[in-house]
């Protein structure tokens, strides 16, 4: 089946840090992935996407690397800003049904 | 541009009572629309997903019901709330045909 693992529950840093969250993921099928980021009270936006035809996507300083050998997807920022805690979710989308897998997040809290 | 709009923002209402949520999509034809749960703290489950007016698909089996009755709106009921129902309730539209989903601010349901 289709599922998304996130390890990593929370993730503390200062202002300037190296941002790096692992995300594994396991299907049967060509996926999109997704890293959404969720703001308290708000719903999820879309932070980026990479498809099969690309490796690497990137938006607002960040960066995810896709890897279809060990079926990772990473997400990193060299340098944080305290505007950036929230909630990262890894999320696996299926174009050719109508589902996506979240991950269970991962909380990012910067401090200045 | 697309916008989606969410009602109520928050309901508090008691065990055993009825419940209708709605959704409503403007600026774009047609969308596949979607229903997620989040549990507070937790990470998004998709509930029910609708292509074309008059369908929609069950995810998730959480003693809760959806219809379509128009193109741009999508409403989730029950006839009996559970304390479980308590959480967080996103719509979402898709349409760019590659699992993209955007999300509406959400409604805050607190089950007593």
């Known amino acids: 089946g289709n599922s998304v693992t996130q390890m990593q529950g929370q993730v503390t840093l200062s202002e300037e840090e190296f941002l790096f969250i692992n995300c594994t993921y396991s299907?049967?099928?060509?996926?999109?992935l997704f890293w959404y980021v969720q703001y308290p009270g708000e719903g999820p936006q879309l932070l980026l996407k990479v498809t099969t035809a690309n490796n690497k996507g990137s938006s607002r300083g960040f960066e995810a690397t896709y890897d279809k050998g060990t079926t990772s997807f990473h997400l990193q920022k060299a340098s944080v800003q305290e505007s950036d805690s929230a909630v990262y979710y890894c999320v696996l989308g299926m174009s050719n049904y109508n589902v996506l897998y979240f991950g269970s997040g991962t909380k990012l809290t910067v401090e200045p | 541009a697309q916008t989606i709009h969410q009602w109520p923002v928050a309901e508090i209402k008691a065990v055993g009572s009825p419940l209708s949520l709605g959704c409503t999509i403007k600026?774009?034809?047609?969308?596949?629309l979607y229903w997620y749960w989040q549990a507070t703290g937790g990470t998004l489950q998709q509930l029910f997903y609708?292509?074309?007016?008059?369908?929609v698909e069950s995810v998730v089996q959480l003693n809760l019901s959806a219809s379509r009755p128009k193109d741009d709106q999508f409403i989730l009921s029950t006839e009996k709330l559970l304390l479980s129902h308590s959480g967080f309730y996103l719509c979402a539209w898709e349409g760019t045909g590659d699992a993209e989903q955007f999300f509406g601010p959400g409604t805050r349901l607190t089950v007593l």
């Open positions: 299907t049967t099928g060509y996926p999109t």
């Open positions: 600026g774009k034809s047609s969308p596949n």
């Open positions: 609708s292509i074309t007016v008059g369908q």
